[in-house]
């Protein structure tokens, strides 16, 4: 079992940037596939990125694909998401969320919310125009 929690939301103009983490507790975090999703105001989870138990391969939505960056540090037990360039539609309650290797089994599976176990409670990020 893994626990999650997301930090570094806030609130920042377009154009700006922001770096979140996401710190695990529990065993074995590098046995894990690590999403990032975000739900804004009145629509549904989206995928956003995601990155592999190692930190090989990553994944992105077509919305952060050249803005957004995902990376793990397994020593920390950290996932991060470097969010550059936002803009206002970026405005959300980002969550992280851990899948097993089971779950996680190929690459169409990384960004299905049901296919992570484990999500964190979320941390706002508003930008303004």
């Known amino acids: 079992q893994v626990h999650l929690g997301e930090s570094g939301g806030g609130l920042v103009q377009a154009g700006g940037s922001l770096r979140l983490s996401c710190a695990a507790s529990?065993?074995?975090?590098?046995?894990?596939?690590m999403g990032w999703f975000r739900q804004g105001p009145g629509k549904e989870r989206e995928f956003v990125a995601a990155?592999?138990?190692?930190?090989?391969?990553?994944y992105y939505a077509d919305p952060a694909k050249g803005r957004f960056t995902v990376s793990r540090d397994n020593a920390k037990n950290t996932v991060y998401l470097q969010m550059n360039s936002l803009k206002p539609e970026d405005t959300a309650v980002y969550y992280c969320?851990?899948?097993?290797?089971?779950?996680?089994?190929?690459?169409?599976?990384?960004?299905?919310?049901?296919?992570?176990?484990?999500w964190g409670q979320g941390t706002q990020v508003t930008v303004s125009s």
């Open positions: 969320a851990a899948g097993t290797l089971r779950a996680l089994s190929n690459s169409g599976t990384y960004s299905r919310t049901n296919n992570y176990g484990y």
């Open positions: 529990g065993r074995a975090f590098e046995t894990y596939g």
């Open positions: 990155i592999s138990r190692g930190g090989t391969t990553t």
